[in-house]
């Protein structure tokens, strides 16, 4: 694993993760819970391919449940804190030892765990006190595992007017090596479009600078 140290939400980091897969969108490369390809792993391809030749995120997902979640993480994260009784320490972004892909856990755990803290509508939190959490999140969090090497994840819904729900998740092997196989598939697959649309359109190369351009054209 490798730590690029920089601040979550910065220019910094939004470069570190620039045209690569990220374990927030790992349901979009591997479906949950058939763990086969998914369906929009092209669209997202396509996304990462433009952001490597404008050398910019090309979608700005910020909602207003994201900018919320942006606010109360620090009280997520000091709740969760008191709850368990442990301190936590920030990280930057996370990449797996090839650069090929990455994650961004809100915080590390002692040796072995990270938290993962969201902050999503009320009727998001209460699916999650009845126990009907998106399969999404699992995804991302055993994506996080794959890259950090780490045991577990705490899932955590915060709300401050709702009970605070915490789900620990812990390492699934199987689920790691299925998702693997999938991003190793994805991320070939990614850098050979990448690379022939270089090819058939010449012209598009000037787009390209840094990590990338050197990558593509040697």
Not at 123 to 143: F, K, P, R, T
Not at 163 to 169: A, E, N, Q, T, V
Not at 198 to 216: R, Y
């Amino acid at each position: 694993m490798i730590i690029v140290d920089v601040q979550q939400g910065t220019p910094e980091w939004l470069s570190a993760r620039l045209g690569i897969p990220t374990a927030s969108r790992f349901s979009n490369i591997m479906t949950p819970k058939t763990r086969k390809p998914s369906a929009g792993a092209t669209k997202y391809m396509c996304g990462l391919i433009a952001e490597r030749f404008f050398g910019a995120p090309v979608e700005e997902a910020s909602t207003d449940f994201m900018a919320r979640g942006s606010a109360l993480e620090a009280h997520a994260v000091s709740h969760y804190e008191l709850l368990r009784g442990v301190d936590t320490v920030k990280v930057g972004f996370m990449l797996e030892d090839g650069r090929r892909y990455g994650a961004s856990p809100d915080r590390l755990v002692g040796e072995d765990g990270m938290l993962e803290a969201k902050c999503p509508s009320a009727a998001v939190h209460i699916m999650a006190l009845l126990g009907m959490q998106d399969d999404e999140y699992v995804s991302q969090c055993q994506g996080q595992m794959l890259v950090s090497g780490r045991k577990w994840v705490d899932l955590m819904f915060y709300n401050p007017a709702l009970p605070p729900h915490i789900i620990r998740i812990d390492r699934d092997e199987q689920y790691i090596s299925e998702l693997s196989f999938c991003l190793d598939s994805f991320c070939q697959r990614l850098d050979d479009n990448y690379n022939r649309l270089l090819t058939k359109h010449p012209k598009m190369a000037e787009l390209v600078s840094g990590t990338f351009a050197q990558s593509s054209l040697s």
